[in-house]
């Protein structure tokens, strides 16, 4: 069936220090989104992308999607320590009236 | 505020019962979906609904069933509760027609002894 695999399963960074999760789909890709959960939380909408190559930024977050709409990657430039969570990606797959692949996520922790 | 409630929030009940979680959401959503949250699985959809009347089984649907019978509201039902159930649930919604990005609840953690 349709995947979205998600690297890495955990990352530990110190404070400071920049951050990179990956996600590749086993087909194309209408649009991606990411979305964060905070420990004890429930998911949260970050972002979503649309066109091929698309890179939008947030503060110090930076979101690609890939030419070919298959892979994606989320990047945190000198992380803090509310950048604390688990970061998924979720793909929408074409023709989908709505239904997201999700990817199994990356575990963010930061040491102080 | 349009929001997206679940409830109960914690449940604890006995292998073999009848369980019925609530989903209320006020965004006047089309789409709503019921995810199961377990270590090292990620996100597993369960059961989706595009509508009312509409509901649709996901990747881990054994065991669970849903009715839409109004735009509100997902009830999720598991018909007999078993310990592999022991999980935390969400419900989600969308727009699903200009905007796909999902809006989820609190969730549920459901523990079955």
């Known amino acids: 069936g349709q995947q979205v695999m998600q690297i890495p399963q955990y990352q530990h960074v110190q404070e400071g220090e920049d951050f990179t999760t990956y996600c590749n789909s086993s087909t194309t890709l209408s649009n991606i989104q990411w979305y964060k959960q905070r420990p004890g939380g429930h998911p949260v909408f970050l972002i979503q992308?649309?066109?091929?190559?698309e890179v939008k930024k947030q503060k110090r977050l930076t979101f690609q999607f890939g030419e070919a709409k298959k892979n994606s990657s989320l990047h945190i430039t000198a992380t803090q320590t509310t950048d604390v969570g688990t970061y998924f990606c979720?793909?929408?797959?074409?023709?989908?009236?709505?239904?997201?692949?999700f990817g199994k996520g990356t575990k963010l922790s930061v040491k102080p | 505020d349009a929001e997206i409630t679940q409830s109960p929030r914690h449940k604890i009940t006995e292998t073999g019962r009848q369980v019925t979680l609530a989903c209320h959401q006020t965004?006047?959503?089309?789409?709503m979906f019921w995810y199961r949250q377990d270590l090292g699985h990620g996100l597993r959809l369960i059961h989706y609904s595009y509508g009312v009347q509409d509901t649709n089984k996901g990747e881990v649907s054994d065991g669970y069933s849903v009715s839409r019978s109004n735009t509100e509201d997902l009830p999720l039902t598991l018909e007999s509760a078993a310990s592999s159930q022991t999980s935390v649930y969400f419900c989600?919604?969308?727009?699903?027609?200009?905007?796909?990005?999902?809006?989820f609840g609190p969730g549920t953690r459901l523990t079955v002894t």
């Open positions: 992308l649309v066109k091929s190559g």
């Open positions: 989600a919604s969308s727009e699903g027609w200009l905007s796909y990005e999902q809006y």
């Open positions: 979720a793909g929408l797959i074409r023709g989908s009236q709505g239904n997201l692949i």
């Open positions: 965004w006047n959503h089309n789409n």
